[in-house]
T-cell receptor
Framework: GAGVSQSPSNKVTEKGKDVELRCDPI?????LYWYRQSLGQGLEFLIY????????KSGLPSDRFSAERTGGSVSTLTIQRTQQEDSAVYLC???????????FGEGSRLTVL | GENVEQHPSTLSVQEGDSAVIKCTYS??????FPWYKQELGKGPQLIID?????GEKKDQRIAVTLNKTAKHFSLHITETQPEDSAVYFC???????????FGTGTRLQVTL
């Protein structure tokens, strides 16, 4: 059953290392979003995928961040050369249609030491 | 781009009282305003939404109002219960834009 699944749920890494966060959206949902939630902050948009269209990458904070979505399903968010300010909860959401309800996963908590 | 401000950041009410959370948005072209509830350790979940052609919408104990002229919208929770304790986020979407812009959240605590 099938909600949005994210892994790992927790990741602790050292500054300068690369990390990969995975998102498995709800089956059949064409839209997929990544948001970042920092302590005391709202949800910061990172990137959006819709079907076969070019992704909206306008929220990615630097070129150390990238994401891909394979086969219109699973998505991976990659952060290269992690910095302490990258510490946050990374939330993935999927939606049946572009302007529909977002269904969020429980997030991946990233801690960069 | 769109900017959404949300107040208050924390709110404590007694069980049975009402709670009101307010948001303002900057882009007059925004036309969709959802509210999400986030419980501890969970992802946000949609609780109610309103579109720009409607001024008010109710669903049992929760209601949302929209004032397009003033560019603000509010969440009202009546007869609050302990299970209403959570972080609430407002959001806005402009036209057919891909993203929702979220407010910074309100931590609501309902005390017995």
């Amino acid at each position: 059953g099938a909600g949005v699944s994210q892994s790992p749920s927790n990741k602790v890494t050292e500054k300068g290392k690369d990390v990969e966060l995975r998102c498995d959206p709800i089956s059949g949902h064409t839209a997929l979003y990544w948001y970042r939630q920092s302590l005391g902050q709202g949800l910061e948009f990172l990137i959006y995928f819709q079907g076969n269209s070019a992704p909206d990458k306008s929220g990615l904070p630097s070129d150390r961040f990238s994401a891909e979505r394979t086969g219109g399903s699973v998505s991976t968010l990659t952060i290269q050369r992690t910095q302490q300010e990258d510490s946050a909860v990374y939330l993935c959401a999927s939606s049946l249609v572009k302007v529909g309800e977002l269904f969020f996963g429980e997030g991946s908590r990233l801690t960069v030491l | 781009g769109e900017n959404v401000e949300q107040h208050p950041s924390t709110l404590s009410v007694q069980e049975g009282d009402s709670a009101v959370i307010k948001c303002t948005y900057s882009d007059s072209a925004s036309n969709y305003f959802p509210w999400y509830k986030q419980e501890l350790g969970k992802g946000p979940q949609l609780i109610i939404d309103i579109r720009s052609n409607v001024g008010e919408k109710k669903d049992q104990r929760i209601a949302v109002t929209l004032n397009k002229t003033a560019k603000h919208f509010s969440l009202h929770i009546t007869e609050t219960q302990p299970e209403d304790s959570a972080v609430y986020f407002c959001a806005a979407r402009t036209g057919t834009a891909s993203k929702l812009t979220f407010g910074t959240g309100t931590r609501l605590q309902v005390t017995l």
